[in-house]
């Protein structure tokens, strides 16, 4: 499933969409340290906006960056009309409260989908700002008809920015979801039973040939670098029973990126008025 000429359809959208807005349409990254992956996310979350026409704000803070700090950023941001949305780029350092960050960040500028306002709204069936990941995979699935209703979906992997609300869209297209994680017993005998697998733990080889139902469609997640260079969660001997398969790189990732530019911009319809936000 090639997530890469997905992807590009996807900006190509976004940039007329923008162009039509008659309004300026702004990013604001804020990344703490020099943790090398972390920086290179956000270059391309920059690079892309810039070529779809939205403005990028990038704010870098020392690692030493108190959590005070943070939070009056923040605030900053969310006063600023120029700024149409806020990603900061996790994880934060040790010193800093992921959450109490999150929940700082206005929901209306919440692109990212990780406020618990917008979490809820998912969970309650009326989506306001869905996390980038889970959002691109649904719209790979949808591309190539994968057929949800009545499926057996497994999502290996229970965090807030992949694991569960991938879970949630599924459940919402009539799936039947099962979440796995490090305490699941027999994670290979479930995963066996699966038409649909979402690998997203950040280890190598999670999902091996033998855990995987013939002519299941696989979506990888993961991103991992290697000695070998970048590897998914996925093993190689997997693509000799899937029926379809996201491949790493070029499969989740660009509609990742894809996913928040579209979020970004649907949060200048909800700031204009365009579209009701529902009231926080």
Do not use: W
């Not at 992807?7 to 807005?21: G, Q």
């Not at 699935?141 to 599924?170: C, F, H, Q, T, W």
């Not at 796995?180 to 039973?193: F, I, N, Y």
């Amino acid at each position: 499933m090639d997530g890469k000429a997905l992807a590009e359809r996807v900006r190509k959208d976004v940039a007329e969409e923008v162009a039509s807005l008659g309004r300026p349409v702004g990013l604001a990254t804020v990344l703490v340290g020099d943790d090398p992956a972390s920086g290179v996310y956000v270059r391309s979350k920059q690079k892309a906006c810039r070529e779809v026409g939205i403005e990028p704000f990038d704010h870098n803070l020392s690692s030493e960056t108190g959590q005070d700090d943070l939070l009056a950023l923040v605030e900053q941001l969310n006063g600023d009309e120029a700024v149409t949305g806020i990603l900061v780029q996790l994880p934060l350092p040790e010193q800093i409260d992921e959450d109490r960050i999150i929940r700082s960040i206005k929901p209306i500028k919440d692109v990212d989908g990780f406020h618990p306002f917008n979490a809820g709204h998912l969970l309650q069936g009326s989506p306001t700002f869905v996390a980038a990941t889970p959002a691109g995979i649904m719209e790979i699935l949808r591309e190539y008809k994968v057929d949800l209703k009545g499926a057996r979906a497994v999502v290996i992997g229970r965090s807030n920015i992949v694991g569960k609300p991938m879970a949630l869209l599924l459940l919402a297209e009539h799936a039947t979801v099962t979440i796995c994680h490090t305490r699941t017993r027999d994670l290979p005998a479930v995963v066996r039973e699966a038409d649909v697998v979402v690998a997203a733990v950040g280890h190598p080889q999670t999902v091996t040939a033998d855990m995987v139902r013939e002519g299941a469609t696989v979506v990888d997640v993961g991103i991992n670098r290697t000695d070998d260079g970048l590897v998914g969660d996925v093993a190689q001997d997997v693509r000799e029973k899937a029926g379809l398969l996201t491949p790493v790189p070029g499969g989740v990732g660009p509609m990742t990126i894809a996913s928040l530019l579209r979020n970004t911009v649907r949060a200048a319809r909800y700031q204009s008025g365009e579209l009701a936000f529902p009231l926080d």
